[in-house]
């Protein structure tokens, strides 16, 4: 079987990941966060027996973004609770449902299987082992008892960034452009567009969006989550149209367009960009030097509390929902370009995320869990 990896080792990225761990979810909408994983005691009897997966995408645990975040997660899960853990790697879309037939025979009590592209093999091996559990991050199509969606509304965070983006742009111009043209990517280049569009209509100004039309919903796309070369290809061309703070919606092909820019950037352009999933800076530092912010999916949380829960016995199939007002997304801090981002725009940027919460603002995409 291609590609299937079996272990518990630690990966050394955790470290980014257990920095915001302190994040408590509400896993079953917004409310009040979960107790503590384990219990008063931090330990569960329970634990030592349960097994706990992993699914990847195409993307690999060392995409840097949602993969990775996800394994992080268990890996957390690990660490604090005592489970077990095995992985299955996937390096295309042929292998999802032998991985997660391997996952299965190996009696995982609970599958997180990482992106929608997933969905038709995890709604498979839910129907054909239902007295196993699974959870399925950034896709909500499945209806199984068995089943727990785990999904963002990444909009809310990403309008916050094309805000920031237009704010920070010198030549007027941003971008942004997206691996597959699938819900779970065009969602973030809706709420960028809508923010970049508030700016507008809050200064006066005109900056434009490459890359994307929300109205139309078209836009630039690699077609791909795993040819690198494509994200510098579509990021060399925006930045010869001018764009000059850019955001990947593309997996590991984020990767590509960092290297872009910072060529770029070396030929004396002043280019930035914004990373997707995690925390850019914390995850992928090769391109510190270059990133202005990121739109957070703080899925490691997620993933290791709906563990904590199914070890307590409590499984719940209820979608979570990850919203600014759960801190499930969220707009990463600017690190070394802080200086760069003015106190009027962070203020702003706080009014933003006060109005995107008590519903004055109104961030919309079709592609948003309903």
Request: net charge negative.
């Amino acid at each position: 079987m291609k590609n299937l990896l079996l272990s518990t080792a630690k990966r050394g990225t955790v470290v980014g990941t257990v920095a915001l761990s302190a994040l408590a979810l509400m896993l079953t909408g917004c409310g009040e966060a979960p107790p503590a994983p384990g219990g008063e005691d931090g330990a569960n009897p329970a634990a030592a027996d349960f097994l706990g997966c992993i699914v990847s995408d195409s993307g690999g645990f060392d995409d840097q973004s949602f993969n990775q975040s996800s394994y992080e997660g268990l890996e957390m899960a690990v660490a604090d609770l005592g489970i077990q853990m095995k992985e299955a790697q996937s390096a295309s879309t042929s292998d999802f449902a032998p991985n997660l037939a391997t996952m299965a025979s190996a009696g995982c009590d609970l599958t997180v299987t990482v992106g929608y592209l997933l969905a038709e093999a995890t709604g498979e091996a839910a129907k054909n082992n239902p007295d196993l559990h699974y959870a399925i991050v950034d896709d909500n199509s499945i209806d199984a008892p068995n089943v727990k969606p785990i999904v963002y509304d990444t909009a809310q965070a990403a309008f916050m960034a094309g805000y920031t983006a237009a704010a920070t742009s010198k030549t007027g111009k941003v971008g942004t452009f997206g691996g597959i043209n699938i819900p779970t990517v065009t969602i973030f280049m809706d709420g960028f567009a809508a923010g970049v569009d508030y700016y507008n209509e809050k200064q006066g100004k005109d900056v434009a969006l490459l890359g994307w039309d929300a109205k139309t919903q078209q836009g630039s796309f690699a077609n791909t989550f795993e040819i690198i070369q494509e994200g510098t290809k579509i990021t060399n061309n925006l930045l010869s149209e001018g764009a000059d703070v850019i955001m990947p919606v593309a997996g590991p092909l984020g990767k590509g367009a960092g290297d872009a820019i910072l060529a770029a950037n070396g030929s004396g352009k002043d280019a930035k960009l914004i990373w997707v999933d995690s925390d850019g800076y914390l995850t992928a530092p090769a391109y510190k030097e270059v990133l202005l912010t990121s739109v957070i999916k703080t899925m490691g949380e997620a993933v290791e509390s709906i563990v904590a829960d199914d070890v307590d016995g409590k499984f719940d199939p209820t979608p979570y929902v990850g919203t600014l007002e759960n801190e499930g997304v969220a707009l990463a801090p600017f690190h070394d370009f802080d200086a760069e981002v003015s106190a009027d725009t962070k203020s702003q940027l706080e009014e933003i995320k006060k109005g995107i919460i008590d519903g004055s603002i109104k961030v919309e995409s079709a592609a948003s869990p309903k």
